[in-house]
C-alpha cells in the first residue's frame, strides 16, 4: 500500500437516489405515481378497449364464439370476409364517397370562415365587436335539437333538401371554431403586426402573411374537430336526405345494422371502416393538434 491510499480516507461510492418529477419540478411521490398510470391505463381499458373488441369482432369467421366467456380479442383464424360481406350488402364505398365530399367540405368552411371571423374579433377594432362575441358564446349553448326544425324549414325554402350541400350548409362554420381562432390569435403579440403594419401591409397581408401561418396548430384543431363532427353526424343528415343514393356513411351503417342486427361481425365491420378515416386523419394532424391546444385555449 502507497504513501498516498494511507492517507487519504477511502471514499464510499456515492449512490443517487431517483427521483421522478413533474414538469414544475415538484418531486413525485411513489404511490401518487403508480395512481396516475392506474387511472391513464384504466381511462385507456374504457376508450380504445370498445373500438378493439369492434376490430377483433370484424375479423372473425362464422365458427368463432364472439360472446365466450372470458371473451377472446385475438380472433383463432383472422379473416376479411366480413368487410366483403359488407361491401356486397350496402354500396358502403359510395356512402363513404358522399361522407368523404361532405366532410372535406366541412373542414374547408369551417377553417376559412373560423379563421377570418376569429381575426376579426381578435385583432380589428370596430363598434359592437364584444356583442359579437358574446353571440358566438351564446350559440354554442343552444342544443342542435332546438333548432334542427328551423334549418330543416330554411333548407327546404332555398330547396336545398336532399342535397349535400343541405347537409354542409348548417355546420359550416362552428361557433367554437370561431373561438379557438379568436383565443389563438389573441395570443400573438401585437409588435409583430405593428412591425408590418409600419412596413406598409394592410389588413389581409397582415393576416394571410402574419397571423395564419402563426396558429397552424389550431388550424388543424379546427380541420379535426369539422371533419369528426360532419363524418359522424347522423340526426341531421337522416332529416335533410331521402335519396338512397346520397346518404352518407352514418345512415348507411343504420340500414346495415337494421337489416343484418344478428350477425354482430357485420356491423363490426361496417363500424371499423367508418372509424379509420378518423383515426388516420389524426395520426398526420396529431403534431398540430396537441400544439394548437395550447394556443386556442380559452383563457379566464
Given at each position: 500500500?502507497?504513501?498516498l491510499?494511507?492517507v487519504?480516507?477511502?471514499?464510499?461510492?456515492v449512490?443517487r437516489?431517483?427521483r421522478?418529477?413533474?414538469?414544475h419540478?415538484?418531486r413525485?411521490?411513489v404511490?401518487?405515481?403508480?395512481l396516475r398510470?392506474a387511472?391513464?391505463?384504466?381511462?385507456?381499458?374504457?376508450?380504445?378497449?370498445?373500438f378493439?373488441w369492434?376490430?377483433s369482432?370484424s375479423l372473425k369467421?362464422?365458427?368463432?364464439?364472439?360472446?365466450?366467456?372470458?371473451p377472446?380479442?385475438?380472433?383463432?383464424h383472422?379473416?376479411?370476409?366480413?368487410y366483403?360481406?359488407?361491401?356486397?350488402?350496402?354500396p358502403v364505398?359510395?356512402y363513404?364517397?358522399?361522407?368523404?365530399?361532405?366532410?372535406?367540405?366541412?373542414?374547408?368552411?369551417?377553417?376559412?370562415g373560423?379563421?377570418l371571423a376569429?381575426?376579426a374579433?381578435?385583432?380589428?377594432?370596430?363598434r359592437?365587436?364584444?356583442?359579437a362575441t358574446?353571440?358566438f358564446v351564446?350559440?354554442?349553448?343552444?342544443?342542435v335539437?332546438g333548432?334542427?326544425i328551423?334549418?330543416f324549414?330554411?333548407?327546404?325554402?332555398?330547396?336545398?333538401?336532399?342535397?349535400?350541400?343541405?347537409?354542409?350548409l348548417p355546420?359550416?362554420?362552428?361557433a367554437?371554431?370561431?373561438?379557438?381562432?379568436?383565443?389563438?390569435?389573441?395570443?400573438?403579440?401585437?409588435?409583430?403586426?405593428?412591425?408590418?403594419?409600419v412596413?406598409?401591409a394592410?389588413?389581409?397581408?397582415?393576416?394571410?402573411r402574419?397571423a395564419l401561418?402563426s396558429?397552424?396548430g389550431?388550424?388543424?384543431?379546427?380541420?379535426?374537430?369539422?371533419?369528426?363532427?360532419a363524418?359522424?353526424?347522423?340526426?341531421?343528415p337522416?332529416?335533410?336526405?331521402?335519396?338512397?343514393d346520397?346518404?352518407t356513411l352514418?345512415?348507411?351503417?343504420?340500414?346495415?345494422h337494421?337489416?343484418?342486427?344478428?350477425?354482430?361481425?357485420?356491423?363490426?365491420a361496417?363500424?371499423v371502416?367508418?372509424?379509420?378515416?378518423?383515426?388516420a386523419?389524426?395520426?398526420?394532424?396529431?403534431r398540430?393538434?396537441?400544439?394548437?391546444?395550447?394556443?386556442?385555449?380559452?383563457?379566464?
Amino acid at each position: 500500500m502507497s504513501v498516498l491510499e494511507k492517507v487519504r480516507p477511502r471514499q464510499e461510492p456515492v449512490v443517487r437516489e431517483l427521483r421522478v418529477t413533474d414538469e414544475h419540478g415538484r418531486r413525485v411521490r411513489v404511490w401518487e405515481l403508480v395512481l396516475r398510470y392506474a387511472l391513464l391505463l384504466a381511462v385507456l381499458a374504457l376508450t380504445v378497449g370498445p373500438f378493439l373488441w369492434q376490430l377483433s369482432t370484424s375479423l372473425k369467421g362464422p365458427t368463432e364464439d364472439i360472446f365466450g366467456s372470458p371473451p377472446e380479442f385475438l380472433p383463432s383464424h383472422p379473416t376479411l370476409h366480413n368487410y366483403e360481406r359488407v361491401a356486397d350488402t350496402i354500396p358502403v364505398w359510395d356512402y363513404a364517397l358522399n361522407s368523404l365530399k361532405v366532410a372535406s367540405a366541412s373542414v374547408v368552411t369551417n377553417c376559412v370562415g373560423s379563421a377570418l371571423a376569429g381575426y376579426a374579433l381578435a385583432r380589428l377594432r370596430y363598434r359592437g365587436r364584444g356583442v359579437a362575441t358574446l353571440v358566438f358564446v351564446l350559440a354554442m349553448l343552444v342544443p342542435v335539437e332546438g333548432i334542427i326544425i328551423a334549418q330543416f324549414t330554411t333548407m327546404r325554402e332555398l330547396g336545398l333538401n336532399n342535397t349535400l350541400i343541405g347537409v354542409v350548409l348548417p355546420g359550416s362554420i362552428g361557433a367554437m371554431n370561431v373561438l379557438l381562432m379568436r383565443n389563438a390569435f389573441r395570443n400573438l403579440p401585437y409588435e409583430i403586426e405593428e412591425a408590418a403594419y409600419v412596413d406598409g401591409a394592410n389588413v389581409w397581408q397582415r393576416f394571410w402573411r402574419i397571423a395564419l401561418p402563426s396558429v397552424k396548430g389550431t388550424l388543424a384543431v379546427v380541420a379535426i374537430f369539422a371533419f369528426m363532427g360532419a363524418w359522424d353526424d347522423f340526426l341531421w343528415p337522416l332529416i335533410v336526405l331521402s335519396d338512397p343514393d346520397k346518404f352518407t356513411l352514418t345512415i348507411g351503417l343504420n340500414y346495415l345494422h337494421g337489416t343484418f342486427a344478428n350477425d354482430e361481425r357485420l356491423v363490426a365491420a361496417g363500424t371499423v371502416i367508418a372509424v379509420a378515416p378518423l383515426i388516420a386523419l389524426f395520426a398526420c394532424l396529431q403534431r398540430y393538434f396537441f400544439r394548437g391546444v395550447g394556443e386556442g385555449a380559452v383563457k379566464g
